[in-house]
Every structure is written in structure tokens, then in C-alpha cells.
């Protein structure tokens, strides 16, 4: 007979299995509100299910994307801000897969920490709920993985997995991309969950904390200014496609900011002139640079510095796809025009107008 009188447990290891079972019951409310067609908004299985044909859809391609949130989690470890970071990770996802054409229809997320936290966890997961409605997707599946001694006990790390499909015939970037289109810019909501490392460090330099009121916004502390979620374009951009097929390209303004990102859309025998004064730069880059000493090639090249979506049209569709998207809750700019191609993918006109 085995001696139990010193046997230890999965728990005195630091995993929790009721834990994790309490989290899965608080969170199946927030996954079933993302409900849509092709998925019934369960789980609980070993895989999730989406019916393509139940979604209405004819000759689909597939379109898959991952990503994760960054540094920006260790703002929300800190100030314990956890309910917008699924919206971060979320986004993140499903604005690359519509900047292809596609419509995302689901998202599986995996979420990792040192020690789980039921209320935690289920903030987290309702922001990534969030998230899915606003972009229209199904939550249909995740992992939630206590690993005591790979994570510090408050530590946590996101990632997140989407899949959306567009009709083969209206896949983007199109080819007809030409000399003379213009180029239409989308507000950003702020940093959206790229650069944390260097506001992070420019945080720290500043000797600020982020329960301060913030410097560049009054009404919120530093931390609750620098959480502020990803937008997610999905929806209007969904409605333009319904409505126009005046959109030739888009490009989600990431890392790398507009340096990086627009070439990728692009043939190799044009370029994106920007006009840099167009550009409505939110309060928070401007603080960002005096603070930090941060030069505009470095701003352009780190941060989207306010335009978190680039939209390429023709100049007879601009007056249109720019009202759709308007009417749909976009913020949208002239911001250049497709030239030839010279030397660089981008160049730039003017300068920042930072606040």
C-alpha cells in the first residue's frame, strides 16, 4: 500500500484544477454573447466547429492570423486594468484578416499564467468577448495553461488565433492598384498595442507612475490613457465591401508603423507619398516624443502616430468609400496619393503635427 501521509498534489505544485473549472463556468456567459452564424457559441468540446456554409458563403478562401498583445501586458499586470486587453488581442487578429478582404468568423485565444485568478481570468475573457462582437466573430475554443515556475505567480501572457474567409473573387490587395489612387487614412484609438517597449521606457524616464493623472489627458490616469484598446475597423470596413468595390488595398498600421506596413500592399513599382500634416495625431504621441526625445523618423517607423488603417482607392471612389466608412463610425483623412515608384515604398510630406 502506497504511503499518502506526505503525497503531494497537482495544487501544492501551484496548479489549480478547481480554479480552472470555476473560470470556465464564469466565462461561457461572455463566449455564448458571441454567437453568430456557423457557430452556436459553446464550449467545452476538444475543437471548435464553424459551419462555412451555414456563414452564406459560395467560393471561400480561407484566411488565418495570429498575434498577441506585447509589452502593453505588463501595463495591465501593473495597474491591474485587465478588462480591455482581450479587445487588444482581438483586434490585433481580425483587423489583419480584413485588410485581405476577409470577414473574420472565429477566434480561439490562449492564455497562459503563472497563477490562475478566476476574476482575472474571467476579465480577460470578457474582454476578448468583447472583442469578437465587435468584429462579428464566434469565440469558439481557447486554453487556459497554469504553469507555475515558467510564469511569475502574477505574470500572464495572451495570444490569440483568427480565421476569416473571403469570396475568391474579392480577395485584396486587388491588382489594380494604379498610379494617381488616393490614399484615405483611419483614425487609431491611440497606440492601439504596438511600441510598449519604448513608452514603457519612456515611462519609466519620466519618473511618472501609472496612477498619476496623465500628463496629455486629464480626465484619466497614466495607466488607464496608455490601456486604451486597439480599434477594431472590421464592421465598417465590412459595410464598405457590401456597398462599393472601390477598395483596392489596405494596410493595418502596426509595428513598423506606415515604413513597414504600407509597402506590403503595394506592387513593387509604386509608392505611398503621405502627407504627414494630414495626420490627426492623438495627445499621447505628442507626449510620447518631447518625453522621450523621440525623433519623427523614429515615431513613424515605431508608433501608427494616429492612423491605424490605410484605405488605397481610386480618386472617382474616394468621395464614396469615404462616406460609407464615415456613416459606419470612422474617422477618415486624405492622407497621399500612389506615385511611382523612385527609391523608397513611402515617402512623406510635411511633418508630424504633434500636439
Not at 135 to 143: D, K, Q, S, T, V
Not at 216 to 238: H, M, Q
Amino acid at each position: 500500500m502506497t504511503d499518502t501521509s506526505n503525497s503531494l498534489t497537482y495544487r501544492d505544485a501551484g496548479v489549480d484544477i478547481d480554479a480552472g473549472n470555476d473560470l470556465v463556468q464564469r466565462i461561457k456567459p461572455h463566449v455564448r454573447s458571441t454567437r453568430r452564424r456557423g457557430a452556436d457559441g459553446e464550449i467545452g468540446g476538444f475543437g471548435g466547429l464553424f459551419d462555412l456554409k451555414a456563414a452564406g458563403f459560395d467560393d471561400p478562401l480561407l484566411v488565418a492570423a495570429n498575434d498577441g498583445v506585447g509589452t502593453k501586458l505588463r501595463i495591465a499586470i501593473e495597474t491591474g486594468l485587465h478588462d480591455t486587453i482581450g479587445v487588444d488581442l482581438v483586434a490585433m487578429c481580425v483587423n489583419d484578416l480584413v485588410v485581405q478582404g476577409a470577414e473574420p468568423l472565429f477566434f480561439l485565444d490562449y492564455y497562459a499564467t503563472g497563477r490562475l485568478d478566476p476574476s482575472e481570468g474571467e476579465a480577460i475573457v470578457k474582454g476578448i468577448a468583447s472583442g469578437c462582437r465587435q468584429a462579428g466573430c464566434a469565440l469558439i475554443g481557447g486554453e487556459t495553461a497554469e504553469m507555475p515556475g515558467l510564469y511569475a505567480e502574477k505574470d500572464y501572457d495572451l495570444a490569440g488565433f483568427a480565421v476569416g474567409a473571403v469570396e475568391r473573387d474579392r480577395l485584396l490587395p486587388a491588382g489594380t492598384i494604379e498610379a494617381g489612387d488616393m490614399i484615405l487614412g483611419l483614425a487609431s484609438s491611440g497606440a492601439h498595442s504596438n511600441g510598449y517597449s519604448l513608452i514603457r521606457r519612456i515611462v519609466e524616464r519620466s519618473g511618472a507612475r501609472y496612477g498619476d493623472p496623465a500628463p496629455f489627458d486629464a480626465e484619466r490616469t497614466l495607466g488607464e490613457a496608455l490601456i486604451e484598446p486597439t480599434r477594431i475597423y472590421v464592421k465598417p470596413l465590412l459595410s464598405a465591401f457590401a456597398e462599393t468595390k472601390g477598395i483596392k488595398a489596405l494596410a493595418h498600421i502596426t509595428g513598423g508603423g506606415f515604413v513597414e506596413n504600407i509597402p506590403r500592399v503595394l506592387p513593387e513599382t509604386l509608392r505611398a507619398d503621405i502627407d504627414l500634416f494630414a495626420v490627426p495625431v492623438p495627445p499621447v504621441f505628442g507626449w510620447l516624443a518631447k518625453e522621450g526625445g523621440v525623433a519623427e523618423t523614429e515615431m513613424l517607423r515605431t508608433f501608427n502616430c494616429g492612423i491605424g488603417m490605410i484605405v488605397v482607392v481610386s480618386e472617382a471612389d474616394a468621395a464614396t468609400v469615404g462616406a460609407i466608412l464615415q456613416t459606419a463610425g470612422e474617422t477618415v483623412v486624405p492622407l497621399g496619393r500612389i506615385l511611382p515608384r523612385k527609391d523608397a515604398a513611402v515617402t512623406f510630406n510635411g511633418a508630424l503635427p504633434l500636439p
